[in-house]
């Protein structure tokens, strides 16, 4: 079992900024993938942001420039720091992680309960 522990959402003023940190904790040997991924309202479920094991980051278009996913690899714990925080940002935003079990297993998904962002004045 994993867990993935949230944090960080809220209410900011537009051009605010907020960091949100996913904890991965359980059994886990390796983490392969682990970032964010945010849902508005009516809308699909979309990338925000991921990093590989070996620190490869891969952003969406709407986060490059202004957010920034770090790492804590000893802790399996991710960090989004998001600056010029927009309206259009608003989202429930969902940690990610790909994960194997055990050196022998597969690697799976896994998703966190989310954490509410919400941008306005």
């Known amino acids: 079992q994993v867990q993935l522990v949230e944090s960080g959402g809220g209410l900011v003023q537009p051009g605010g900024s907020l960091r949100l940190s996913c904890a991965a904790s359980?059994?886990?040997?390796?983490?392969?993938?682990m970032g964010w991924y945010r849902q508005a309202p009516g809308k699909q479920r979309e990338l925000v942001a991921t990093?590989?094991?070996?620190?490869?980051?891969n952003y969406a278009d709407s986060a490059k420039g202004r957010f920034t996913l770090s790492r804590d690899s000893a802790k399996n714990t991710v960090y989004l720091q998001m600056n010029s925080l927009k309206p259009e940002d608003t989202a429930v935003y969902y940690c990610?992680?790909?994960?194997?079990?055990?050196?022998?297993?597969?690697?799976?998904?896994?998703w966190g309960q989310g954490t509410q962002v919400t941008v306005s004045s």
């Open positions: 990093i590989t094991h070996t620190g490869v980051t």
């Open positions: 990610y992680v790909y994960y194997i079990p055990g050196f022998l297993d597969s690697p799976r998904p896994y």
């Open positions: 359980g059994v886990i040997a390796r983490v392969n993938v």
